[in-house]
């Protein structure tokens, strides 16, 4: 931020990569209310996933307790700066001052809401499970990988949260395309994880377009899983048949109306369970 007398100017939108801000590889940005926003490449894209694998390890190998309280930090940033982001959700268009007080207030509260199934989750979704036979399984979930998002257009802030927050809860690395219609809101979401303690990668935030960056990331041989919100069919379609060159899971979703983000269906553990893989492992019953 720089001062302008009295008055606050960004200069520039950027890039969340690594745990760092950068301009975008091509040097690309657009225009909104006269403030510029990086616009992402696919070496951007590429550079992403890159720090995301490297940051999964170390992000899922954090017990769940300390995930949930950086997950907890992450709330206590978003309502530290409910003010900014209120109003950038103003500027966009979409609501106005009551409701964006009330999506920053939502998007604070299902942080929170996902950070409590850190330490639970395991607990619900591991089984042991008797069988016929001379041996008995346990199974355990296990995160998925590096999960490629494409967030809804809106709403802004609280469908990113919607779209990311639940799979970072069992320890992915997450590379998320924010929504196109007014991406700044995205920006000080990033600017909330740098100060989350979530270690550098394991959420990167791009801004542009998702018609060019979404076939990047569904074709990287390297992403494990791909979300997706909003999609028209054909886009679905295509995006499917790149993700299963290596298998990738994919869940798309409609886009409902913002009033919709805000009920407690989207309050779901299988949100979380969505981007993870059970191990099983087998015991014979008698030694």
């Known amino acids: 931020m720089e001062t302008n007398g009295r008055v606050a100017v ?13 301009r975008s590889e091509s040097g690309r940005s657009v225009q909104i209310d006269g403030e510029n926003v990086a616009y992402a490449s696919r070496k951007d894209v590429r550079d992403a996933v890159v ?4 940051a999964h390890e170390k992000w899922a190998d954090q017990t769940p307790a300390l995930r949930g309280l950086v997950l907890y930090r992450l709330a206590e940033m978003l309502e530290a700066r409910k ?3 209120a109003a950038l959700l103003v500027a ?5 001052e009551a409701g964006a007080a009330a999506e920053v207030a939502a998007a604070v509260d299902r942080t929170l809401w996902y950070a409590g199934w850190c330490d639970k ?8 499970n008797p069988v016929g036979g001379p041996h008995f399984n346990f199974s355990t979930p296990e995160p998925t990988g590096v999960v490629a998002v494409l967030a809804p257009d809106a709403p802004a802030l609280l469908g990113l949260v919607t779209a990311v927050v639940p799979a970072l809860v069992s320890g992915n690395a997450v590379v998320v395309v924010a929504g196109e219609r007014d991406p700044r809101t995205a920006v000080v979401f990033a600017e909330c994880l740098a100060t989350s303690d979530l270690p550098g990668g394991a959420c990167n935030v791009l801004t542009g377009s998702r018609t060019d960056l979404g076939p990047v990331l569904a074709g990287h041989m390297d992403v ?10 054909a886009a679905e379609k295509k995006l499917g048949e790149l ?11 409609p886009a409902p109306p913002c009033e919709a983000w805000f009920a407690d269906a989207y309050n779901d553990l299988d949100r979380i369970l969505a981007f993870t893989e059970l191990k099983t492992i087998w015991h014979p019953a008698r030694i």
């Open 121 to 128: 989750y395991l607990a619900l979704a591991s089984t042991r």
């Open 51 to 54: 720090a995301a694998r490297a």
């Open 92 to 96: 966009g268009g979409t609501v106005d």
């Open 243 to 253: 993700a299963a060159e290596n298998v990738k899971r994919t869940r798309f979703e």
């Open 10 to 22: 960004r200069k520039m939108y950027k890039l969340y990569i690594a745990g760092a801000f950068a």
């Open 83 to 85: 003010g900014e982001l």
């Open 224 to 233: 494990n899983a791909l979300a997706a919100f909003g999609l028209a069919p």
